[in-house]
């Protein structure tokens, strides 16, 4: 229970105030949950289309409200990762100054603009998504649960970009090995139920194929120009992940 908690605490807006325990097994556990703290996200925002469907929004409404419910539930904190992460990759500073503009709070001109230019497209392909069709709506839930088991993967494989911050501390508590296992196997049992939902198999082959691929590239460009994995780095996949895989659901369906 503790180890849901505290994928709550860190990953949600949701308020949870008391100090809970974080030995190995709690962290591996909230690291298990995470998939599940995204579909419970996916399924919040569904509910906010369809609400905005009931009462009658058109598909722009419908997506700026649901946008706007998706960024209230994790609290902005992966989009931050994505302003942080735009900010030190275009600085074209070495790996040490690309870490400190990391750690720092204030955002500046390519953070900025890499938010736009993110939220722009969130909200346009949201957009395309709900006017196709509702089926594309279902799959809503699916894609954070993927996303974030796409990062968990990403995360317990990659190494520290350094030996300090959240994510030193989580690598070193981590039991890796039945983490990966568990999340591969929550992964693969959720392309089969999108396979049975959606009765089709080419989906979830093409969402697993693009998961891959994507996982070894933007692992290989981190340990390249960062020398490893970060919190912003984390939450700049999710959020980059989610993109991805809904062009590809509006691209199969």
Known sequence: MNGILLALQFFT?????????????????????????????????????LIS???????????????VVGIALTGGLHLDGVADTSDAYFSYRDQNRRHEILGDPRIGAFGTLGLIVFI??????????????????YVLVAVPFFARGAMVIYFVTTQPAKESGMAYFFLEKLNRSPLISWTIVCMVAGLFAIGIVLKTAVLP?????????????????????FGGVTGDLSGA???????????????SL
């Open 205 to 225: 082959i093409v969402i697993a194929s693009v998961i891959g691929l994507s996982l070894l590239l933007y692992r290989s460009w981190t340990v390249r120009n």
């Open 13 to 49: 807006s949701i308020p949870v105030r008391k100090e809970l325990p974080m030995e190995r097994r709690h962290i591996t556990v909230m690291y298990g949950t995470l998939p599940f703290v995204g579909a419970w996200i996916g399924l919040v925002t569904t509910a906010s289309i």
């Open 53 to 67: 469907d009931w009462l009658g929004f058109g598909s722009l409404l419908a997506s700026v409200l649901t946008l």
């Open 120 to 137: 722009l497209l969130k909200l346009a392909l949201l957009q395309e998504l709900i006017a196709m069709s509702h089926a594309s709506v």
């Open 237 to 251: 996949f999710i959020e980059g992940m989610e993109v991805v895989l809904w062009i590809v659901v509006l691209s």
